[in-house]
């Protein structure tokens, strides 16, 4: 059964940054992709960003430019690098792999003016 475990959450101030990493374990995920999705308090997911089992990556408008999706597939994990933080970027992260509609338990992200 595939596990999707993410790490790297907390609180910071805008302007700072984080790495959230997420670790699938059960499957190899090597030719999946993987994204990372974010709920907002109050508001549906959105989808963040993804990367294809190739390395090509797409990113939501908002975070373009400040983001960045990366996979180790011999470490079996996904990172997101997020720089020049926001205070809207404050949600609970999650990684997901969508072929299997796997979905991580989640990692806060707080980020204070």
């Known amino acids: 059964q595939v596990q999707l475990v993410e790490s790297g959450g907390g609180l910071v101030q805008a302007g700072a940054s984080l790495r959230l990493s997420c670790v699938v374990s059960?499957?190899?995920?090597?030719?999946?992709?993987v994204a990372w999705y974010r709920r907002i308090s109050g508001r549906q997911r959105e989808w963040v960003a993804s990367?294809?089992?190739?390395?090509?990556?797409n990113y939501f408008e908002a975070v373009q430019g400040r983001f960045t999706i990366s996979r180790d597939n011999a470490k079996n994990t996904v990172y997101l690098q997020m720089n020049s933080l926001k205070v809207e970027d404050t949600a609970v992260y999650y990684c997901?792999?969508?072929?299997?509609?796997?979905w991580g338990q989640g990692t806060q992200v707080t980020v204070s003016s």
């Open positions: 059960g499957m190899d995920f090597s030719d999946r992709t």
């Open positions: 997901v792999v969508p072929y299997w509609d796997a």
């Open positions: 990367i294809g089992s190739s390395g090509e990556t």
